[in-house]
């Protein structure tokens, strides 16, 4: 392939495929380490795993409240945190006409904290993912983006993310004295100068 295909592959790669991984999992660490009730509910669920079992999908299906802390970290910290598209054609919307390739950005950050959509929309409540509450977030929660172009690595995302927040777990007590969460909108949504301490669980005082 020439040059230029290959470096641009390249930056999609490590841009799509590694660093939206890697600040949703830094968000939801920060966030497991404010809120220490959610962490202990979580290890409770992960203590019981048998991460040596070569059965991962099995075990990925246990894991329901580390999916669920991932999934209300990404509401409220989504590392694609806008998106954009172009008009296909002429249009008009709320009476104001746009002409063909109108660049179109959607603020997704926004609409994951809109009080229209969310109870309590700025507070990190992993359980307002639990299928038990028989809500449909579908139609305004977009962590990987939505339609043809939704991200195609979503699932294998999660699988990555569940396990390693799980182990992380399972392993450490997470603690930060960071009192609010700053962040860094750049390309991709980033947690800014926030420092975590890993305290081995099972050490002896």
């Known amino acids: 392939m020439p040059r230029k295909q290959l470096i641009d592959k390249v930056l999609i790669l490590f841009t799509a495929g590694h660093e939206t ?120 929660y977009f962590p990987f983006g939505a339609g043809p172009r939704m991200c195609i690595g979503n699932n294998f995302a999660m699988f990555e993310m569940i396990f390693t927040v799980a182990l992380i777990i399972k392993k450490y007590r997470i603690q930060t004295e960071a009192e609010q969460v700053e962040i860094n909108p750049l390309i991709t949504l980033k947690p800014k100068e926030v420092l975590l301490k890993f305290r081995d669980r099972y050490e002896i005082s």
């Open 21 to 140: 991984s890697a600040n949703a999992l830094s968000f939801t660490l920060l966030l497991l380490a404010k809120h220490t009730h959610i962490q202990e509910k979580l290890f409770k669920e992960v203590d019981s795993i048998d991460f040596d079992n070569n059965d991962h999908i099995s075990q990925l299906g246990k894991l329901r409240y580390a999916k669920q802390c991932i999934e209300e970290s990404m509401r409220l910290f989504p590392p694609a945190y806008f998106f954009d598209r172009a008009s296909l054609g002429n249009d008009t919307l709320n009476g104001y006409a746009y002409k063909k390739n109108t660049v179109w950005l959607m603020n997704i950050y926004e609409l994951h904290r809109h009080p229209d959509y969310w109870e309590d929309a700025n507070k990190f409540m992993p359980e307002r993912f639990d299928p038990a509450n028989k809500k449909d977030f579908s139609d305004y």
